[in-house]
């Protein structure tokens, strides 16, 4: 059974980085489009990053365009999700979903956390 490992949330400050992982265990990770989601309390669950399968095209909706960068450590099937200039109002549990086909997988969140 495939599994989503979310990893590297945190407490920053206004402004600062953080870079999130989402391993998926699957040897055959390239065909995998994996995506990740925020959800913060009280708000529903919205899609921040996507990456495509084989081609990893890299997809953001433009509320995080040039801060958030998607990538793909094909050699650690591991994706990557670089925050930058981080807002109090990014602060949420961010969630990775791994889909491939119609197995879509979900790893539990990390949390992330800005101060003002």
Excluded at 7 to 30: H, M
Excluded at 64 to 84: H, P, Q
Aim: hydrophobic share 30%.
């Amino acid at each position: 059974q495939v599994q989503v490992l979310e990893s590297g949330g945190g407490l920053v400050q206004t402004g600062g980085s953080l870079r999130l992982s989402c391993a998926v265990s699957d040897g055959d990770f390239i065909r995998y489009a994996v995506r990740w989601y925020r959800q913060a309390p009280g708000k529903s669950r919205e899609l921040v990053a996507t990456i495509t399968s084989h081609e990893s095209t890299p997809l953001y909706p433009d509320f995080v365009k040039g801060r958030f960068t998607i990538s793909r450590g094909n050699a650690k099937s591991t994706v990557y999700l670089e925050m930058n200039n981080l807002q109090p109002e990014d602060t949420a549990v961010y969630l990775c979903n791994a889909c491939r086909g119609t197995t879509h997988v979900w790893g539990k969140g990390t949390q992330v956390t800005v101060s003002s």
